[in-house]
């Protein structure tokens, strides 16, 4: 691959449990593969490797860890991918990653006795995500959809706690979009942007993650 091939895009979707995100993820990998647009789907946690392992462990409530420390395998789970995602995004694969950064941060610090800025700190440097495009959900269409499961922070009250928080991260390639519309409307909304975005940074060199 030369310097001057064209690069893929780095999008990510946010957003509160129960918003949608991972079914739009998979409507979007297969809307690019259709257009024959190279595109894989990324999921944080990501589960399948060692420290993804006792990251399941813990939200499934199997083991108990300090605030801090859980929140730096959360961390370390997206740096432990780090390589790979350089590598997919330089071999022209556009990535659609479900949760990154911003989740660590929100979750960790919506438990309040950990800072918003420190939980910011091991973020950086990673990989700066082109777009980032959170599924904006309100409380009363969360309690409507609800039916969370036995994780740990799946209920109305900390989600509540998660979507104030995101507000701290609304900038210039945070785009929020009605999660409550029609589902096909909704993927066909994030499609338009992931088509912009994709355009707009093939010549451009992916940043690094300053939060
Ligand atoms: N979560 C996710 C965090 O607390 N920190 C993180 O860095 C990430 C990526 O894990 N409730 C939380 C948010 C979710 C939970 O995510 C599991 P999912 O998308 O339901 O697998």
Not at 46 to 63: A, E, F, M, Q
Request: charged fraction near 25%; aromatic fraction near 8%.
């Amino acid at each position: 691959m030369t310097k001057s091939a064209m690069r893929g895009a780095l999008i990510v979707l946010e957003g509160c449990d129960r918003s949608g995100k991972t079914t739009q993820c998979a409507k979007l990998v297969e809307a690019l593969n259709n257009m024959k647009i190279p595109a894989k789907k990324i999921s944080f946690p990501d589960r399948s490797t060692p420290i993804g392992s006792l990251i399941n462990d813990y939200l499934s409530r199997k083991i108990e860890l300090p605030d801090r420390s859980v929140h730096l395998l959360f961390t370390a789970n997206r740096w432990e991918l780090e390589p790979e995602i350089r590598k997919q995004i330089e071999a022209g694969v556009t990535l659609i990653v479900d949760r990154y950064s911003y989740s660590g941060v929100v979750f960790t610090s919506a438990k309040q006795c950990v800072d918003f800025k420190w939980c910011c700190g091991p973020e950086n440097g990673l990989p700066k995500p082109d777009i980032v495009m959170f599924l904006k959900l309100s409380t009363g269409e969360m309690a409507k959809r609800s039916g969370f499961g036995d994780e740990r922070y799946e209920n109305i009250e900390f989600q509540h706690k998660v979507d104030i928080n995101y507000d701290k991260f609304k900038n210039d390639n945070f785009i929020q979009v009605d999660a409550a519309q029609d589902v096909s409307i909704l993927t066909n909304t994030l499609l338009e942007q992931v088509l912009k975005t994709i355009d707009t940074v093939k010549n451009q060199e992916l940043d690094d993650l300053v939060l």
